[in-house]
């Protein structure tokens, strides 16, 4: 897995197009999907996934069965709702198949609905429109803020209206990361949190003519040129465009996004490129339809 940082935030992570996607922050304990499941990443117990394609859930049986081999906590796996039953039911199969407990959790989770991190984090997700049903999530922090009415005044007085039921502070919300899945690029202008969050995660998986937009669409994913035409909704610190198609060789996708992007975008942006020429090494040829996953 590529170690990247930002804006402060260490993130770990492997996405090609097609052929597998993990993104983990270590310092807050959490993963988003978990394609072929990395070993660095058997150690992150709680795990949100987008979808049920195999290139980003295909490794949870194995994610399961070696944390219990290391006697780690069993695992929490956020899924949409969608998927709840028929990973249930999955999970019995590899039971016994396995003959083991297979222990650990599903949370059902979908739009409209939250879910407290063990970091203290708020997870939410979104909708990401792709070729399957998908959902995105928005990492939310939670900060007191002592009303200006109550500026000023003694401890002593603040405990005193506190215990007499006075709501002293109002309650601030930040986006502080989005990972957005497999997706639309509508995703950008249907959903704040995609265009507002500090870091965010987007999926880029076409940067040239060799993939039209309009093929691009077709298979439910994002084209640089899309990108480059929304530029000025970007309000991001940081932005890591990810699960570029296997197709490319990294230095092809910088030059696209250097050639393309405008300064004041590139500046802020990371490719995920770390897996991409291990992945072209790996496969003898590049599927064309492969990212149709």
Known sequence: ???????????RALSVGGLETCHWLPRWRVAFDIGRCPLPVVDCRTVLFTHAHMDHLGGIAYHTATRALRKQPPPRYVVPHHCAADLARL??????????????????LGPGEEHRLENGLVARPFRSPHSAPCQGYGL?????????????????????????GVVLADTLETPEFVFTGDTLIE?????????????????????????????????????????????????????????????YRAHEI?????????????????????AHERARAESDSVLDDVESR
């Open 1 to 11: 897995m590529e170690r990247i940082e930002l804006n402060g935030l260490e993130l």
């Open 91 to 108: 999970f019995e199969v590899w039971r016994a198949l396995d003959r083991s407990d297979m222990a650990h959790t599903l949370i059902p």
């Open 140 to 164: 939310w922090s939670k900060k007191e803020k002592l009303k200006p009415e109550f500026h000023g005044r003694s401890g002593p007085e603040l405990a005193e209206l506190r215990r007499a």
């Open 187 to 247: 995703v950008l202008e249907q959903e704040a949190v995609v265009r507002t969050a500090r870091v965010l995660v987007l999926e880029c998986t076409f940067v040239d003519q060799r993939v039209s937009v309009a093929e691009a669409r077709a298979k439910g994913h994002v084209h640089l040129d899309e990108i480059v035409a929304r530029a000025e909704l970007f309000q991001n610190e940081a932005i890591l465009l990810t699960h570029f198609s296997a197709r």
């Open 254 to 274: 910088r030059s696209s996004l250097d050639a393309k992007l405008p300064p004041s975008l590139r500046a802020r942006v990371t490719p995920l490129l770390g």
